[in-house]
């Protein structure tokens, strides 16, 4: 039997009131599409989302965890910095990088923003410029832009209103035995 | 036939359908291929099981008397249930449950659609809250038929099996019983003959996509709608209704 493992995702879900995307956790799924339908059944049960990214796992890059303190902290001292953006040349090749934040160990890391950079490095560096100074982070991930999967707009309808009427998902819905009070 | 009697029977047809389907969906929980797949096919579960529900309890508000959703989904034999023969069909493997979900999904889209027209209140209510459901459940189904079509050798070989099986019970579909036939000329049913056309040219392309050939029809089975059953049914019945025969009006 072949054992082939389906590919990782990591999914972020924008909710309701939220205004970024949030890393929820990660599936298996053999492409995109399933990728964000698995997502939508497993994440957004209970009313969690309107929007659904999905980034296959080994295209993220991460801020090496080692380098953690240089990065964050240099950008403190750094307080004669302020975010801009430039246009660059198309000749320079430069990519569309999007960059998610972890803004706190423990919390999930949150999309803040897009860059452009020319390679991986210099989108963690520009990352680190443009979106650590005002967020104490402890943890960047940055993506090429075009490695984001989204649900279509037009299917919006039909992947998050039906949980809207689930009340039995939600953990109100039961009541419990009264015995069960005295634990 | 009185109009009270073909509602009843028509509003049967269209909850066991959901019911039995949901039923069959829900032997996965816990062992699908996959967690995050387990979790979709229980999750379509519960849709129908929600869809079924709400047909239930309008037949027991215009049965009244003692007549609840649960007696009149769990007190019936099997001659009085009115579900398709296609979705008592067992799950066999992966292959089989896809196919069987896909042929339905394709109907019950097309089925919600019309019945968003119905003359019947309740009905155009239940069927408006179910398209949303059905639709999401078409494109699951669809994209588990085209990527175990288009996938490898074996899976190929799986469905393609499985869609030659299944095939059988789909003449089903578009054999209208006398109470559906009545239903769509008292306004409150879906025309099956409108839904032909469209469910062929919807399995047409998903099987192109798939590279799956639309399959001859070459043997007929009919009767679920009439209460003419294959044998699976009775077993389903039988662990489905043990705990309210067993113990009459358990709740938990």
Known sequence: ?183 | MEHQTIKLDYLLHLADNSMILGQRNAEWCGHGPILEQDIALTNISLDLFGEARNLYNYIAKLKGGNTTEDSVAFLRDVLEYRNLLLVEQPNIDWAYTIVRQFFFDVFHFYQMTALCQSNDEHIRSIAIKSLKECTYHLKWSSEWVIRLGDGTEVSHQKIKTALEDLWDYTSELFTPSETETKAVELGFGADIFLIKPLWEQKVKDILTEATLEYPETKYTQNGGKTGLHSEQLGFILAEMQFLQRAYPGAEW
């Open chain 1, 1 to 183: 039997m072949n054992q082939k493992e389906w590919p990782l995702w990591e999914v972020f879900i924008r909710s309701k009131q939220g205004l970024n995307h949030k890393h929820v956790g990660s599936l298996h799924a053999v492409d995109y599409d399933m990728a964000i339908e698995n997502a939508r059944d497993v994440y957004t049960r209970r009313m969690e989302g309107v929007s659904i990214w999905v980034i296959e796992s080994n295209q993220i890059h991460t801020s090496e965890p080692n380098d953690q303190v240089a990065l964050f902290e240099s950008a403190n001292q750094k307080i004669y910095k302020h975010p801009t953006f430039y246009n660059l040349p198309e000749e320079l090749n430069h990519t569309m990088w999007e960059v998610f934040i972890q803004s706190k160990q423990g919390l999930n890391h949150k999309h803040v923003g897009s860059l452009y950079a020319v390679d991986v490095d210099m989108a963690i560096e520009t990352a680190r410029d443009g979106y650590t100074r005002s967020i104490e982070g402890v943890s960047i991930w940055v993506v090429q832009s075009n490695q984001i999967h989204a649900n279509e707009p037009d299917e919006q309808d039909a992947l998050f209103e039906p949980a809207q009427d689930k009340t039995y998902r939600h953990p109100t819905f039961y009541i419990l035995p009264l015995e069960l009070n005295h634990m």
